[in-house]
T-cell receptor, first 113, second 113 residues
C-alpha cells in the first residue's frame, strides 16, 4: 500500500458527460501528479500540482483540468467525455516539487460508453 | 529529446530460469532511471532506481538492473523467475526539467510453471 488513495475505483459514464476523480496524497507529500494509462497511448503524464499551485503540464487535453486544495488532495476534472478518454487514471505523490520518488495510487478506471 | 524504449512487448520465461527485460534510454545529461511493476488491477509499484553510483542496482522482490552508459541501457534482471513475477513492467526516466516521469511502453512478463 503506497499511502496514496484514489476514488472512485471504477467509473462508467456516457459520452459528453463530466466526471471528477479524486486523489489524496501520502501524508506529508506536497506534490500530486496525474497520469493516464490507455491501450493506445501507454502511460502518460498529465499534470503536476505542488502545494496548491500548478507546477508542470504534460499531455493534458483542454477538456481536462485539475486542482489541488489546501488540504493537499487533488481532483482531476474530465469534461465533454469521448470514447477515447476511457483509461486508467493514476495519481502519484511526492514530498518535493522536483521529485523522482513518486508513489502511485491504485488508479481510477474510467469507461466512457 | 528524452525518451525510454522497451523493445519487447512480451517476455516468456520458465519458472526457475533467469529473466531479462530490456530497456534503452535517450537523455542529455545524467539519467535518472526506474523500473516499476504493475499487477492486474493494481497501481504501479516501484522496483528500483538508478541515480548515480554502482552500475548494478538491487531492488525489491529479488530484481536487479544493470546501468550501461555506453549502450544507454538499463535492463531488468532476476536470476530465478517465479510465477508470481508475471506482471507488466515499465522502465521509466525522470525528466527533471519538467518534473515528470517518462514511461516506456511496458513489457508483459509471463512466467510459466
Amino acid at each position: 500500500d503506497s499511502g496514496v488513495t484514489q476514488t472512485p475505483k471504477h467509473l462508467i459514464t456516457a459520452t459528453g458527460q463530466r466526471v471528477t476523480l479524486r486523489c489524496s496524497p501520502r501524508s506529508g507529500d506536497l506534490s500530486v501528479y496525474w497520469y493516464q494509462q490507455s491501450l493506445d497511448q501507454g502511460l502518460q503524464f498529465l499534470i503536476q500540482y505542488y502545494n496548491g499551485e500548478e507546477r508542470a503540464k504534460g499531455n493534458i487535453l483542454e477538456r481536462f483540468s485539475a486542482q489541488q486544495f489546501p488540504d493537499l488532495h487533488s481532483e482531476l476534472n474530465l469534461s465533454s467525455l469521448e470514447l477515447g478518454d476511457s483509461a486508467l487514471y493514476f495519481c502519484a505523490s511526492s514530498k518535493g516539487q522536483d521529485s523522482y520518488e513518486q508513489y502511485f495510487g491504485p488508479g481510477t478506471r474510467l469507461t466512457v460508453t | 529529446a528524452q525518451s525510454v524504449a522497451q523493445p519487447e512487448d512480451q517476455v516468456n520465461v520458465a519458472e526457475g530460469n533467469p529473466l531479462t527485460v530490456k530497456c534503452t534510454y535517450s537523455v542529455s545529461g545524467n539519467p535518472y532511471l526506474f523500473w516499476y511493476v504493475q499487477y492486474p488491477n493494481r497501481g504501479l509499484q516501484f522496483l528500483l532506481k538508478y541515480i548515480t553510483g554502482d552500475n548494478l542496482v538491487k531492488g525489491s522482490y529479488g530484481f536487479e538492473a544493470e546501468f550501461n552508459k555506453s549502450q544507454t541501457s538499463f535492463h531488468l534482471k532476476k536470476p530465478s523467475a517465479l510465477v508470481s513475477d508475471s506482471a507488466l513492467y515499465f522502465c521509466a526516466l525522470f525528466r527533471s526539467s519538467a518534473s515528470k516521469i517518462i514511461f516506456g511502453s511496458g513489457t508483459r512478463l509471463s512466467i510459466r510453471p
